[in-house]
Structure formats: structure tokens, C-alpha cells
């Protein structure tokens, strides 16, 4: 692990400087109320920068509408700590530290484990976690508490365990975009369109699980699209081509995706038109034949035609 910020330009360095200060007020504001013994011991034992920009090949591109992340790591000292649920109100700050107060160009992407969990992940050969302590770097570091030495996991069994989530995903992701078809075919009110735009969620985040899976061998535990579609784009860059979001009509429709996993089914609010939600299907109908091209070819297999022919 690195801990060295020389790469990056003053400003971006001043916004992650930020960023740690927002969590950990954010941190101790929610410990605040709490009375048992374990929220009260509650601790940050690291904050680090993983991805783009730690990599140092972060993209900022205001034509295209792509934005890299900052790739967070959080890790506590109890796994009661890393619900989302715990750190809603820290994405909610962060968001509108991005969208209305703009004290951050970039959006925040994190993710929350107990030093526990990394550990164990690590002794298991995970490839996400051990390249994140390989090529991360702290923001903020207490003393004495050391990750452990990573497993080096055989590529066979690596190649296995990808294997069976990609099957198990993919499979997944093809039944919801199966019950899109058939509620298209079938509908004609504004309950139905937004029962349909929740089944498109479906399927676009089992599509992401499904590539995180595969690739890395972990997947976040989240129904955030905005997240996972960042954490697979960097992974796997021609993913990129499942979401344009140049125009405000293709930034509206992913948003009107994203926020369908709750408003579509419980908002009295929520509304989406015959043409958003026919864009909406034929670009999840792109991103699984992209995922499924990634897949395949990671995993070894033969991938005929490419993933426009879906």
C-alpha cells in the first residue's frame, strides 16, 4: 500500500482531503446516538484510494458526459459498521457536495469493510482486494492495525469460482430482460411502465453483479446503479458503450433507471414515458451482450459475433 498523493494535481488532493474530513464527520455524527458498546468503540482504521485515481489514469471527459470516481475504501472495526444503512447519510453529503454545493468535481464511490472481512478476503486470494492494498493509497492510516499477508489464488480455481457466477448471474440477468419483453408486450398503463423500469433495474444491476463477479470475484454488496456501473467501467472499459450520456435525454433515462429500484415501485411521483423506457430497453438489451462478450472472454470461452449482433 502507497501513501504518496504526488500524481495527482493540487486540487484533486484538496477534494480527497475533503472527502476525509466529510467522512468522518459524517462517522462520529452517526456513532452519536448510539449506546451499545460496540457503536460506542465504533473506529476508522483506514481510508484509502483505490482505482482511476490512484492508478493515475482517471478520465474527465465534459463532452462525453464520463467522469472518473474517487474509489474509496472504508475499513472499521466492526462489521456492524459497514451497513449501508450506517453510511447513507455520508453518500447523501457527498452527492450534494458534487451536485449543488460543488465542493467536488468528482463523484464519491465507496465501500465500507471491517478490517475482519478484508482480511479474510485477502487470505481467500480475492483479486479486487489484494490489488487494492497493492496499488491503493492511504489517506488515513491509524497505527497497528496491518493488512494480512495475501493468498495467491491458483488460476484454475480463480477460473472455476468465475465460472460459476457467471452462470449463475447471466442467467439471472437474462430472465429479467425476458420479463421486459413479455411486460412490453403485454402493457399499456403507467403502472405497467413502472413495474417495467424496476424489472430493466433488475436486470442491469444483475448485470453488473455479474461482471464484478467474474472479473474480480467480488461484487459490492449494492443496488446503486451509479456505483456499480463505475466499479465495472473501470474494470472493463467497453462497458462504457452500454450507457451514453452525452445528451440530457440519455442522462435522464439512467437516472430514471437508477432511482426505479424504489420510486418505481413505492413512489406516487414516479413517471417514465413509452420512449424513455423503450431507449431504456434497448440499452440494457446492448449492455448484456457487452457483458456477456467481457465474460466470455475472460473466462476463455469462444465469443461469436460481438455485442452489437444481440
Known amino acids: 500500500m502507497r501513501d504518496q498523493l504526488d500524481h495527482l494535481p493540487q486540487s484533486v488532493q484538496r ?54 470516481d474517487y474509489d474509496i475504501l ?37 465501500i465500507v469493510h471491517s478490517l475482519t472481512d478484508v482480511n479474510a478476503q485477502l487470505e481467500r486470494g480475492r483479486p479486487f482486494f489484494i490489488d487494492l492494498v497493492e496499488q491503493g493509497i492511504a489517506l488515513y492510516e491509524a ?16 477460473l472455476a469460482e468465475a465460472r460459476k457466477h457467471f452462470d449463475h448471474w447471466f442467467a439471472l ?43 474480480t470475484l467480488y461484487s459490492p454488496k449494492s443496488h446503486r446503479l451509479n456505483f456499480l456501473r463505475s466499479q465495472c467501467e473501470q474494470i472493463a472499459p467497453l462497458l462504457t458503450q452500454g450507457w451514453p450520456r452525452a445528451t440530457k435525454f440519455e442522462r435522464r433515462c439512467f437516472e430514471l433507471l437508477r432511482q426505479a429500484y424504489v420510486n418505481a415501485r413505492y413512489s406516487s411521483h414516479y413517471a417514465i414515458t413509452d ?12 449492455l448484456l451482450g457487452l457483458v456477456g462478450s467481457v465474460c466470455r472472454s475472460h473466462l476463455g470461452e469462444r465469443v461469436s459475433g460481438d455485442a452489437h449482433d444481440r
Open 74 to 110: 472504508i475499513v472499521v472495526n466492526d462489521e456492524r459498521l459497514a451497513d449501508f444503512e450506517f453510511w447513507s447519510p455520508t453518500e447523501d453529503r457527498l452527492m450534494r457536495d458534487v451536485t449543488i454545493n460543488k465542493a467536488l468535481t468528482a463523484p464519491v464511490s465507496f
Open 173 to 215: 440477468a437474462e430472465q429479467s430482460d425476458r420479463t421486459f419483453e413479455l411486460q412490453n408486450a403485454e402493457g399499456n398503463s403507467g403502472t405497467w411502465r413502472n413495474d417495467a423500469a424496476f424489472t430493466l433495474h433488475q436486470a442491469t444491476e444483475r448485470l453488473y453483479h455479474c461482471a464484478l463477479l467474474v472479473l
Open 143 to 158: 497505527e497497528g492495525f496491518e493488512f494480512a499477508a495475501p493468498r495467491i489464488l491458483p488460476p484454475e480455481e480463480a
Open 275 to 286: 420512449k424513455e423506457l423503450a431507449w431504456l430497453g434497448e440499452r440494457v438489451a446492448i
Open 15 to 68: 477534494e480527497l482531503a475533503h472527502v476525509v474530513r466529510v467522512l468522518f464527520e459524517e462517522f462520529d455524527a452517526a456513532l452519536r446516538p448510539g449506546t451499545s458498546k460496540w457503536s460506542k468503540q465504533g473506529r476508522i482504521f483506514k481510508v484509502m484510494l483505490y482505482g482511476s485515481f490512484a492508478r493515475g489514469d482517471w478520465v474527465s471527459d465534459p463532452v462525453g458526459g464520463y467522469f472518473s
